[in-house]
């Protein structure tokens, strides 16, 4: 739920912003694998490995081996990294585009789980994605991810924003919860208008978007 006293907005990328597909790293894989396309998509897991990679706990080249073994990849880690980077399928015109306008009345944040290899490759496939955001709060640099409640309090801090103030943007159900038991008002998004509905609540003025 959410209210007219946002202070500030924060929102997720991928799904949210950037249109991303992991079945594209599974298709660029599967021609360096032992195992058929269908065995490769049962065995590619959001994993602890997954995860710690998110946090920055394990570096790019040990989460690629875990992924080599894993998958039965004959793949060099360049070939796995193009995979890796191949899930990008291009920005979300419509909700960066409600993102500038929000931004002319309410500071706006991006908060994202990722990689190192991730955000160099999308903040340099996007940078228009990325000059909408006030700042840009990445997982692996945080050393938290959602939907753990410490990641968003230690935003909450960074910005020295109360979480009650904070409308937080997300297409995952567990995200969206989890802000929620942080103190965050928060929107599931399905798509664009599910923002700029939320966006009009707040009275920003969004034009003709």
Known sequence: MH???AQALLFDVGGVVVDIDFNRALRAW?????LSPDELKRRFQFDTAYERHERGEIEAHDYFDHLASTLQLTATR???ASGWNAIFVAEITA???????ARTTLPCYAFTNTNASHLACWTRLFPEVVAAFDGIFASHQIGL?????AAFEHICRATDIPAESFLFFDDLPENVHAASEAGLQAVLVRCPADVARALRGLGCNLGDR
Do not use: F, G, Y
């Not at 599967?30 to 032992?34: E, G, I, V």
């Not at 909700?95 to 306008?101: G, H, M």
């Not at 991810?145 to 409640?149: D, M, S, W, Y």
């Open 3 to 5: 209210n007219s006293t």
């Open 30 to 34: 599967s021609a360096h694998s032992l």
């Open 78 to 80: 360049e070939d796995i």
């Open 95 to 101: 909700t960066r585009r409600l993102v500038e306008a």
């Open 145 to 149: 991810r959602k939907p753990e409640l």
